[in-house]
């Protein structure tokens, strides 16, 4: 089993749930390190005053916030040490709500959270109250020093499902300022969006995640494994960007690709037939 993070307790009510909390993706980027250019040497970045010259330890560095160019507010490290949150070991469950009342742009990271040995009824006992009553709970933590919004949810085969959350002042709202504006209304006609809806139903295909690859990161691997392998005349393709489609009339647009994708519809039911044909 991997390491857990974080170790507490999940509690709604009075009741309390000793638990583990995991790591539920892993970044496959590959990460680089600077080198000088015949790679004989690590390069390493190093504060200093621009105006002087003298160099300085992160240990003795201080923090500045900027009011106005070059006017800054000085934090000094002890003074956010004691700025920091309470630290707990207790997921307090405030409320239960349902999961379609939460906007994905909330969502930041995934977890699973695991149970300790002692406490797998009191578990399985919140995933089937969340599930029966379709709801997700709303929590906060304090996890390395900061403090967290999360939503608990149950997930696949019975594991609970943590994700972080952005806070409400995080989140860029449509209409509001000047960052984001909404786009102006123009109304599509009834066959326009008939033959739309036909084209969502010809696209419509069951979730399968494992379709669908990184594959900018796998050539990159197979360019190292290469080069560690010592081979230096590796042929590389170059990606190309494809061209910008010819313009054409909407409805045009919507009826060539709705005749495309039944074709590959065709194409996909052929091949099935086949394979059952064979079997």
């Not at 700025?83 to 999961?99: C, H, T, W, Y």
């Not at 919140?126 to 709303?138: N, P, Q, S, T, Y």
């Not at 709202?173 to 739309?196: D, F, K, L, N, T």
Request: include cysteine; aromatic fraction near 8%.
């Amino acid at each position: 089993m991997a390491r857990s993070i974080w170790k507490g307790n999940i509690s709604f009510g009075m009741v309390n749930i000793p638990v583990t909390l995991h790591t539920a993706v892993r970044d496959q980027a590959v990460h680089f390190h600077m080198l000088s250019e015949d790679g004989t040497c690590r390069l390493r970045r190093k504060l200093y005053c621009p105006e002087t010259g003298e160099e300085y330890d992160f240990n003795k560095a201080a923090r500045g916030y900027e009011l106005a160019p070059g006017q800054y507010v000085l934090i000094r490290n002890e003074e956010l040490e004691r700025l920091e949150p309470e630290k707990g070991r207790n997921i307090e469950i405030s409320q239960f709500v349902d999961a379609g009342e939460i906007d994905p742009v909330y969502y930041e990271r995934p977890y699973y959270l695991l149970p300790e040995a002692s406490s797998l009824k009191g578990y399985r006992l919140l995933i089937e109250a969340m599930r029966d009553r379709e709801k997700v709970g709303l929590a906060t933590f304090v996890m390395r020093s900061k403090q967290y919004l999360a939503a608990i949810r149950a997930g696949d085969r019975d594991v609970l499902m943590l994700e972080t959350m952005h806070y409400d002042q995080e989140v860029v709202r449509v209409g509001e300022g000047e960052e984001i504006q909404p786009p102006e209304a123009v109304e599509p006609s009834e066959q326009e969006r008939r033959v739309a809806q036909q084209l969502v139903d010809a696209l419509t295909q069951p979730f399968e995640p494992a379709r669908f690859e990184d594959t900018y990161t796998r050539r990159l691997q197979e360019l190292i494994e290469a080069k560690a392998e010592g081979r230096e005349d590796v042929v590389l393709q170059e990606s190309s960007e494809p061209e910008a489609p010819q313009v054409i009339n909407l409805m045009e647009a919507l009826e060539r690709s709705l005749e495309q994708a039944g074709g590959q519809q065709g194409k996909g039911k052929r091949k099935s037939g086949r394979r059952r044909k064979s079997a």
